[in-house]
């Protein structure tokens, strides 16, 4: 509105006064959503966050899923209050599958890390045994571990944060592979994924572990802010408590993705959950949220 101005019509009298329009809050970064009394910022790709004020936060932080029974992403959830500077934010892609005989290096199919800069951060899944040209390999430590293959291939434990800021837990250990060569599957943000069984398909490929729920993050509020190619998928995986990092399946053999966006068999992890993929699957990408109340 403009200045409202006070005194005499011809200038006499009291002095004239102009009145400061009222200052409208209003923070930046990722997708903003408002629901009610809260205000979202979801990040689906690197970008910063800035506040003109300080901000008591929920935040949310999963990292990038790893490939062919991969392990969920690292799942962070917490409180804290975040100042006036700017925040950088990372968002990690989900490991990539190059197909079986890669002579890639182990580790390299594992999910990339997600982070608020300085206040969290969440290191990729491990990407699973089944990824590499030999009959036995083990899991790859991640978020969540990868899930073996073959006979005496172990399922990897989650790995440390690297940064110092967030505490090592970030998910559950991948499963053991059997003779086959079968593979286990990998772990979830929420727990491990179960070991393979001998015996014929397909009971005998592990399941992936469950992801981890932050209940402030209902997939109908955040919905909006995925993209519509992935919503339909991302909608029930995600669903009303919020559920992130599920593991990928073990193999071709069968098993089940864990909640959480967990590839099935061989289908890639939902991407924007850090769901891990299947035997032959893509991890998905990871996520950043951010929520407070609307000043």
């Not at 006499?12 to 997708?31: D, I, W």
């Not at 004020?53 to 899923?65: D, E, R």
Request: glycine share 32%.
């Amino acid at each position: 509105m403009s200045p409202i101005f006070t005194g005499s019509k011809f200038g006499f009298g009291l002095g004239a006064a102009a009145v400061a329009e009222p200052t409208v809050f209003s923070a930046s970064g990722g997708t903003k959503i408002v629901d009610g009394s809260y205000t979202y910022h979801v990040f689906l790709t690197p970008d910063t966050f800035s506040s003109p004020q300080p901000l008591s936060v929920n935040y949310l932080v999963v990292g990038g899923g790893g490939a062919s029974a991969g392990g969920g992403g690292g799942f962070r959830n917490n409180t804290t209050t975040l100042g006036t500077s700017p925040y950088g934010i990372t968002v990690g892609t989900g490991g990539n599958y190059a197909g079986a005989g890669n002579p890639t290096a182990p580790g390299a199919y594992n999910g990339g890390p997600s982070g608020i800069a300085g206040v969290a951060f969440a290191t990729g899944g491990g990407s699973g045994g089944g990824t590499y040209p030999i009959i036995t390999s083990n899991g790859q430590p991640g978020g969540s571990g990868g899930g073996g293959c073959g006979p005496g291939g172990s399922g990897a434990a989650s790995a440390p944060s690297p940064d110092g800021v967030s505490p090592t837990s970030q998910g559950g250990a991948g499963g053991n592979g059997v003779p086959g060569p079968r593979v286990g599957g990998g772990g979830g943000a929420g727990g491990p994924g179960t070991n393979a069984t001998p015996g014929p398909s397909p009971q005998s490929s592990g399941d992936g572990g469950p992801g981890a729920p932050a209940s402030w993050v209902p997939a109908p509020i955040i919905a909006p802010a995925i993209p519509a190619p992935v919503r339909p998928a991302w909608i029930p995986e995600v669903g009303p408590t919020g559920y992130f990092g599920g593991g990928g399946a073990g193999g071709t053999e069968g098993g089940t993705g864990g909640i959480g966006g967990g590839g099935d068999g061989i289908s890639p992890g939902v991407d924007f959950t850090g769901g891990g993929g299947g035997a032959t699957g893509n991890g998905g990408d990871g996520i950043v949220i951010i929520r407070y109340l609307t000043p």
